[in-house]
């Protein structure tokens, strides 16, 4: 059975950081793109961040240069550092995994990220 795991999430200042994991079981990540996604109620998830199998990463405008993905394959875990971390990056952030070759797509069930003073 195939599970991805988030955690990470909480309660921040603005400024704050948070580093999320998705931590996978049941395939072998590293060969899937991993990407982070969020969402706030009432508007469509969002694209925040991806890694492909081999490193290759790209970021939403709204959060280069202040987040960072990158994987540990042999932990079979992605993770995103979010640095000055902002009021409008509060959502609920999902790991996505997908292998595009057969169509294999799975998702995690979300972390709650609260930018708050």
């Known amino acids: 059975q195939v599970q991805l795991v988030e955690s990470g999430g909480g309660l921040v200042q603005p400024g704050g950081s948070l580093r999320l994991s998705c931590a996978a079981s049941?395939?072998?990540?590293?060969?899937?793109?991993v990407a982070w996604y969020r969402q706030v109620p009432g508007e469509q998830r969002e694209l925040v961040a991806v890694i492909g199998s081999g490193g290759t990463t790209n970021y939403a405008d709204s959060v280069k240069g202040r987040f960072t993905i990158s994987r540990d394959n042999a932990k079979n875990t992605v993770y995103l550092q979010m640095n000055s971390l902002k009021p409008g990056d509060t959502a609920v952030y999902y790991c996505?995994?997908?292998?595009?070759?057969?169509?294999?797509?799975?998702w995690g069930q979300g972390t709650q990220v609260t930018v708050s003073s």
């Open positions: 996505n995994a997908v292998q595009y070759i057969n169509s294999r797509n799975y």
């Open positions: 049941g395939i072998i990540f590293s060969r899937y793109t």
